[in-house]
């Protein structure tokens, strides 16, 4: 299950704050072990830019809305480090 956070800004439009999902025991596999730090240094960057201002947080969010697998905090902060080093590599 998800809930949305949302509201109407000044244009009127819908201005989405926060999205959570709700962990349930039905689906496929719901908080399944993520194969580690090589498998998500593969599918992150698919859906997110990581640079510094990325909050671990939104880390481990988009894996669970994405995949449906729990991360660590830790296992989220050692990928956001690894992915800016490569990334200044990268740019060097």
């Excluded at 949305?4 to 349930?24: C, F, M, T, W």
């Excluded at 960057?45 to 990581?50: F, K, Y």
Aim: glycine letters at 6%.
């Amino acid at each position: 299950m998800w809930r949305l956070y949302a509201s109407h800004n000044d244009d009127g439009e819908i201005e989405v704050k926060r999205v959570h999902a709700q962990p349930s025991c039905t689906g496929m596999g719901y908080g399944a072990p993520v194969v580690g730090q090589d498998w998500l240094q593969r599918v992150v960057p698919n859906h997110l830019v990581v640079t510094k201002v990325i909050k671990v947080q939104e880390i481990v969010d988009c894996i669970r809305m994405e995949y449906q697998h729990k991360i660590t905090y830790e296992a989220a902060r050692v990928l956001k480090i690894t992915l800016i080093q490569d990334r200044r590599e990268f740019l060097l």
